[in-house]
């Protein structure tokens, strides 16, 4: 069973930093590239920064560019949000999201990790 698990959220002041991971496990056969999504509270969900599956091309939504980074750190893929400069707007739950294929013969799934709480004060 795939499985996307986030860690490495926390409570910061404003203007500090944090760095989120999202490690996939399970069978993979084929993945698309990984996304970062966050939801703050009474909000939508919004896009926040994606690598692509070769882990070359990245995005990022206006209110990070500048301030967030994701890459991937290991040979196992897992894959890091740096967050920098941190702001309390940036108070969100924070998610990582996939296309996995776990087998040749298994459509495309979205898979999305539990979430990563993050806390910023002014």
């Known amino acids: 069973q795939v499985v996307l698990v986030e860690s490495g959220g926390g409570a910061v002041q404003a203007g500090g930093s944090l760095r989120l991971s999202c490690a996939t496990s399970?069978?993979?056969?084929?993945?698309?590239?990984l996304f970062w999504y966050r939801r703050a509270p009474g909000k939508e969900r919004e896009f926040v920064a994606s690598?692509?599956?070769?882990?070359?091309?990245?995005d990022y939504a206006d209110s990070v560019k500048g301030r967030f980074t994701v890459l991937r750190d290991d040979p196992l893929g897992t894959r890091y949000l740096h967050m920098y400069n941190l702001k309390p707007k940036g108070t969100a739950t924070y998610y990582c999201?996939?296309?996995?294929?776990?087998?040749?013969?298994?459509?495309?799934?979205?898979?999305w990790g539990q979430g990563t709480q993050v806390t910023v004060s002014s």
């Open positions: 690598i692509d599956y070769k882990n070359q091309i990245t």
């Open positions: 999201n996939q296309e996995i294929a776990a087998a040749e013969s298994d459509p495309y799934r979205q898979y």
């Open positions: 399970g069978p993979i056969w084929s993945a698309g590239g």
